[in-house]
């Protein structure tokens, strides 16, 4: 319980009293995961779920979301919440991979990037559209000076009493980097899960593969989404409202991220497996 009640750490700091526990916890969850499955494609499927939820725990952090304060131009990124916006690009290359899933899990995982950037890009292109010519307001950064990728400098473009507006150049392409990442996590999930089921589902059910397969791809994409979902949450709790994006200070908060995320996988990933491998 100590590392439930412990305190918030302040800007990018750890707790490590929780961060220690948490480890414990993930380990415990592996290693439980091999004793009762061993070293077949379940618990390969185990270790796939912890690396995808952590590449969307810390993709979500590249993603410029600006909330209720860019939606009134007075402040830089996407009118929505965190969860919300890294849920539609993880879902968008989810189902990219999706697709490509009789292809292998490389090509259907880089396919499932691609799709969830290319959701980012097409988003952040048409938000400046509105800010620029719905709005009248250009984009500006209020955390740095100048745009550490154009090195366009940003105080004279900003509004006096906003944190900045727009979408910066820096912002847009965290957003397609956030995409790429929550993407391939999101495939990883639901590729390795859907391995799992094909292989057990047909024993336990008594039916040939091809009579299980509609089963074990809803069961796979259920659980992929909702997964996504939950460390998608988690990432919003360690950013705690607005970003700008790889620049912005709160970025260095992702450690934390990736620590919840893998725990928070595990669990999961763990009840998602269980069900079949048992």
Not at 167 to 190: D, H
Request: proline residues 5%.
């Amino acid at each position: 319980m100590s590392a439930i009640g412990a305190k918030p750490a302040a800007g990018s700091a750890m707790d490590m009293t929780a961060t220690i526990i948490g480890i414990i916890i993930l380990l415990v969850i592996i290693a439980a995961t091999y004793f009762l499955v061993g070293p077949g494609m379940a618990f390969m499927a185990l270790i796939g779920v912890i690396a995808g939820g952590i590449l969307i725990g810390f993709g979500v952090h590249f993603v410029p979301v600006g909330g209720a304060p860019a939606a009134m131009g007075q402040a830089p990124g996407i009118a929505t919440g965190v969860a919300m916006l890294a849920a539609g690009a993880g879902l968008a290359g989810l189902f990219g991979g999706a697709w490509a899933a009789e292809l292998g899990i490389v090509v259907a995982t880089v396919t499932g990037a691609v799709g969830g950037g290319l959701m980012m890009a097409i988003t952040c292109m048409f938000v400046n559209f509105i800010y620029v010519f719905g709005m009248g307001i250009p984009s500006a950064s209020g955390k740095v000076a100048r745009d550490p990728i154009t090195g366009d400098t940003q105080a004279e473009f900003k509004s006096q009493g906003t944190e900045g507006h727009g979408l910066p150049f820096v912002s847009y392409v965290g957003g397609v980097i956030g995409g790429l990442f929550g993407g391939a996590g999101g495939t990883l999930i639901y590729l390795m899960l859907l391995e799992v089921y094909t292989e057990e589902l047909p024993g336990m059910m008594n039916a040939l593969p091809g009579q299980i397969l509609p089963i074990a791809v809803t069961l796979a994409g259920i659980f992929a989404i909702g997964m996504f979902l939950v460390n998608a949450v988690l990432a919003a709790y360690n950013i705690t409202g607005t970003i700008e994006g790889p620049h912005d200070p709160k970025f260095k908060r992702f450690p934390r991220a990736i620590v919840a995320s893998a725990i928070a996988s595990a669990v999961c990933g763990m009840v998602a497996i269980m069900i079949v491998a048992l």
